[in-house]
């Protein structure tokens, strides 16, 4: 009997842990994908290891940092325990006030992006579980991050011209619809340029079609420099490029 209450009391113990986890990566997961900004991400990130570890210091790290765990952790290319740095001559002062470490490196779009650590006061704080459950939260993290990067990358190719990288025509007429009714509402200037590149059929006649992009990305790239951060460059099509000036009057623009 007694045999039999220390197994199942174990095995309540163990259930109870699983229910936990499944509870907090639920959580972890709707937190983690309901945010389109790659900071609010790690804050929510720190908020939940923090909440998971209490007591311990939640650390991110870039992947330039030289680090004997860090080279450890590319190397095993998953998460490192320590649970004693004290005694482990190499570790010994390497983290401040750290005695069990816990290291776990982050991966965003097939490329190493940094590294996730946890470091407590505590020699033996972080269990086995304990370094699972960090990299399944981490990965939840680099998921959300590559999600973020997704729809980034998908944004840009739908509102900018592939080849000049300047805005497209949609987006171009989207956003002056926009200025008009501001304009309009703040009785303030507006300018608008469009321009061309001249004899632009002879250029590419003369030297190709290559050459032809080329000049097409250089004006792209000059326009785009000398507009100001308000500004909107896009190429209105063809040869042809269009300029929004927000607060710009005529003779200015």
């Not at 639920?26 to 990130?45: H, M, P, W």
């Not at 998953?78 to 982050?106: E, H, K, N, Q, T």
């Not at 269990?127 to 990299?135: E, I, L, R, W």
């Amino acid at each position: 009997d007694e045999r039999d209450i220390k197994y199942y009391e174990a095995f309540r113990q163990s259930a109870d842990a699983q229910i936990r986890l499944r509870r907090d990566l639920a959580d972890c997961a709707k937190s983690l994908g309901s945010t389109l900004d790659a900071r609010e991400v790690q804050a929510r990130l720190t908020g939940i290891l923090a909440a998971r570890f209490p007591g311990a210091r939640v650390e991110f790290l870039g992947g330039g940092a030289v680090d004997p765990l860090l080279d450890s952790a590319l190397r095993k290319r998953g998460p490192v325990l320590v649970r004693d740095a004290a005694s482990d001559s190499a570790l010994s002062g390497a983290i401040p006030g750290a005695r069990a470490v816990v290291v776990v490196p982050l991966k965003v779009m097939h490329q190493w992006a940094g590294f996730l650590r946890l470091v407590s006061d505590k020699p033996g704080a972080f269990s086995n579980d304990d370094v699972k459950t960090a990299d399944l939260i981490a990965t939840m993290a680099a998921l959300s991050l590559e999600n973020i990067q997704f729809y980034e990358q998908v944004h840009v190719e739908a509102t900018h011209d592939p080849l000049t990288q300047l805005f497209s025509h949609k987006a171009f007429q989207s956003r002056l619809a926009e200025e008009l009714l501001r304009s309009g509402r703040a009785q303030t200037p507006l300018s608008i340029i469009l321009c061309d590149i001249d004899h632009f059929k002879k250029y590419n006649d003369g030297y190709g079609h290559q050459a032809g992009d080329q000049l097409l990305r250089t004006v792209s790239a000059i326009l785009a420099s000398f507009a100001r951060p308000v500004d909107m460059a896009a190429r209105y099509g063809g040869e042809e490029f269009a300029l929004i000036l927000p607060n710009i009057v005529r003779s200015q623009a």
